[in-house]
């Protein structure tokens, strides 16, 4: 009878930890606001400088690749200085080709404080043996959607309501394979700084480790494409309330008619826990106890790993919706004025 208790204990025990990293509490916008808001995102920096200047083929260890990079470096440092560290995790892994070195970019708003979301994307490219492949969609939108919301949102994020939940945002190297997709040729940079950020590291926060920081991890890839049949799945329940939450705002937005050329729910309703199992860059924090909303569509974009994944290959008014969606998820969970 005593060892059952016991058990039980440590199970409430569990459950409890686990509730208190996922659960969180959202401010709601009312429809005022959430139409304001809305009415003043736009796209043109996004269209005009942040995504030309990624869309590059972008081979790690490559003159482009270190151009695109210090392209991103360099707009990252247009954040306020006092209140962000951005820093560089730069390491050498074993390749098909070689040894080849990679840099995964990190940047904390407030580093001390002990909780913080996660917004991820990867900015390589990958190898093509002919051709020069851009990646589009693949994943120079989603980086370039992710710089514009951080500079855009700047001001708001440091005079947050919610003090102790601060925005970490990765932008990894290396998560497309050089050959064939194996555990070894394949997210070089997510893997590496998984196993950096499980241990005592830069990234800790009053004795805890980075990873043990995170409240969530939301990762954005094959964003923006033309094809008008992609959804998003929730497939991790960890990640859910983080999931519903997305598909409740980008539901407002559309009866709210703020969102353009907008005529399907793609944060779809009904769960698929177990299924589209994509491997990607949130693995290897998945791995290690990391909640997980995964943001990418099913199916994947026609242009997937193909040539023509590129600036044709971006619809402008899906990009403007997704920026809308997670501009007022931010405002939402970060309680901004």
Known sequence: MSNKLSFLSLLCLVAAVLSQRTTHHYVTLTSKKTKTISSCCDIENIKTYDFPNILKERVPDTPTHATVKEYILSRLHQLNQSRWSITTDVFTDQTPFGPKSFTNIIATLDPHVPK???LAAHYDSKYFKTGVFLGATDSALPVALILDILLTLDDKLQSRELQDHSLQVILFDGEEAFKTWTDTDSLYGSRHLAELMNSPSPYDVEGRTGIEAMEAFILLDLLGSVDPHALFYDTYPAGSKIFERLRKIEKK???????????RQHFVEQAAHGYYKIQDDHIPFLNKGVPIVHVIPVPFPS????????????????????KKIFTLFLYEYFHLR
């Open 116 to 118: 913080r979301l996660v």
């Open 253 to 263: 937005l559309h009866q709210e008619k703020q969102l353009v050329e907008h005529t």
């Open 303 to 322: 242009q997937w790993h193909k040539l023509s994944d590129n600036a044709n290959a971006i619809n402008w008014n899906n990009v403007l919706n997704l």
